[in-house]
T-cell receptor, first 110, second 114 residues
Framework: GQNIDQPTEMTATEGAIVQINCTYQ??????LFWYQQHAGEAPTFLSY????GLEEKGRFSSFLSRSKGYSYLLLKELQMKDSASYLC???????????FGKGTRLSVIA | DAGITQSPRYKITETGRQVTLMCHQT?????MFWYRQDLGHGLRLIYY???????DKGEVPDGYVVSRSKTENFPLTLESATRSQTSVYFC?????????????FGEGSWLTVV
């Protein structure tokens, strides 16, 4: 079976840094994805990790520890437009579909 | 670049009626998926397809039927709609050429069953 856990909601201040955690227990592992989803819209791809370590992409970074079954998404210099849900998704080996966590709703306040 | 499109975007139907949600992609991606998204559950996989004429059940397939006669289309049919099928439905596609290959979502279809 697969289990992916994320906090349900988080609030952070404009200009600050926020870390959204994701833990997973899956039968096999072949990559972890982060998606952003604004209210009423489709999810859009943010980042991908398959090896341990940090992947940086502008204001967004994603970290993976396979031995701990743990990932986080780091958002720097928060902007109001970063208010959205952030979805963690895991792929198992083979051409298997992504399994998603329930998502973390981030509110950025002034 | 049309990408992946869903229709209808919004639909209200009555319990017991048959409803078909359409999904069309222009990328020639081999894989296509249907997810539903509900508060408290996140995105859950209904069905997916690896190629034309190949479909597989996901986590929540009951009450749904899919077909894939052409690579670019992947319709989802609710044979007899129930209130519990009120949800947002997302179609997605992917070209599974590597483990890092992401999936791309359509804009979603909001379905209300009354």
């Amino acid at each position: 079976g697969q289990n992916i856990d994320q906090p349900t909601e988080m609030t952070a201040t404009e200009g600050a840094i926020v870390q959204i955690n994701c833990t997973y227990q899956t039968s096999g592992f072949n990559g972890l994805f982060w998606y952003q989803q604004h209210a009423g819209e489709a999810p859009t791809f943010l980042s991908y990790n398959v090896l341990d370590g940090l992947e940086e992409k502008g204001r967004f970074s994603s970290f993976l520890s396979r031995s701990k079954g743990y990932s986080y998404l780091l958002l720097k210099e928060l902007q109001m437009k970063d208010s959205a849900s952030y979805l963690c998704a895991v792929r198992s080996p083979g051409n298997t579909p992504l399994v998603f966590g329930k998502g973390t709703r981030l509110s950025v306040i002034a | 670049d049309a990408g992946i499109t869903q229709s209808p975007r919004y639909k209200i139907t009555e319990t017991g009626r048959q409803v078909t949600l359409m999904c069309h992609q222009t990328w020639s991606h081999s894989y296509m998926f249907w997810y539903r998204q509900d508060l408290g559950h996140g995105l859950r996989l209904i069905y997916y397809s690896a190629a034309a004429d190949i479909t597989d059940k996901g986590e929540v397939p009951d009450g749904y039927v899919v077909s894939r006669s052409k690579t670019e289309n992947f319709p989802l049919t609710l044979e007899s709609a129930t209130r519990s099928q009120t949800s947002v439905y997302f179609c997605a596609s992917s070209d599974y050429t590597g483990s890092g290959n992401t999936i791309y979502f359509g804009e979603g279809s909001w379905l209300t069953v009354v």
